[in-house]
């Protein structure tokens, strides 16, 4: 019998998900994040959320619904930009967040969902990411209500590398291009980045893909994400498959536009 993990909607598979739960959720700005997962949460209910992520959307969209509602509490990302209103939040004492290093980041979930407890790394000796005193939260007022922790640092081969804990989430949402019906998943250019990383720092990974497929027709080569990290599929319609934004989109005219419209 072949196991089958798709789930009949974004809404079932995030139905169960609760108040304080901590979430690992994919894409790199709005590219590749998963956004029905996202608005079904949002309907769900769920709040005091911690989110792990690059950024947190923007405003309007994305992770930024869940922020604009205030149903995030805590987020572990690697920027800020794009969204005033996590900024805002931020400085006005509303949201703890821990900045990282964003390749740092991404090894931390990637650790997480292999077992592995901690590792050192050189990104960040000599800095504040080492020494402590990054502002995680700050008072109405603008002073530091919490700052981050000294990190341990030791030598390896001669250079200097600090200690990172892995992150394992509650649960994870990403959105896959391509997903059988085991789980298995391939990403599409630049949606690789955070969401297979993300998805495997979840106990509970939940994947809204554009296609899904039968076990046993995506080429084993081909397999970004092994289907043992992923625990529900969600299958979305053409027109939701379509629906893939980006922060700004800046064109240019071409020198010879007019001829080529005549």
Not at 73 to 102: C, D, H, M, W
Not at 124 to 131: E, N
Not at 207 to 228: K, N, Q, S, T, W
Request: charged share 20%; glycine share 12%.
């Amino acid at each position: 019998m072949t196991l089958n993990k798709v789930i009949p909607s974004a809404a079932a598979a995030v139905a169960d998900i609760p108040d304080g739960a901590s979430l690992a959720v994919g894409g790199f700005g709005l590219a590749g994040i998963p956004w029905f997962l996202i608005d079904a949460l949002l309907e769900q209910g769920a709040t005091d959320l911690t989110i792990v992520s690059n950024n947190c959307g923007v405003d309007g969209g994305g992770l930024g619904l869940l922020l604009e509602a205030h149903r995030i509490t805590r987020v572990i990302a690697s920027y800020v930009g794009e969204n005033k209103e996590f900024a805002r939040q931020y400085l006005a004492g509303e949201l703890t967040v821990e900045l990282t290093p964003q390749g740092t980041l991404a090894e931390r979930m990637r650790a997480g969902g292999s077992g592995i407890g901690a590792f050192f790394t050189p990104t960040g000796v000599g800095t504040l990411v080492a020494d402590g005193g990054l502002p995680w939260r700050y008072h109405a007022d603008g002073s530091v209500a919490l700052a981050s922790p000294p990190k341990e640092v030791r030598t390896f081969g001669g250079k200097q590398m600090l200690l990172e804990e892995s992150i394992v989430t509650d649960y994870a949402l990403v959105r896959a291009a391509v997903a059988d019906k085991a789980g298995n998943c391939v990403f599409h250019a630049a949606a690789r980045n955070f969401n297979p990383s993300a998805a495997m720092a979840g106990r509970i990974a939940v994947v809204e893909a554009e296609r899904v497929v039968e076990v046993g027709e995506l080429d084993p080569d081909a397999v970004h994400l092994p289907g043992i990290f992923v625990q529900r599929v969600v299958e979305l319609t053409p027109e939701q498959a379509a629906r893939k934004s980006i922060e700004k989109r800046t064109t240019r005219a071409q020198p010879n536009a007019e001829e080529i419209t005549r």
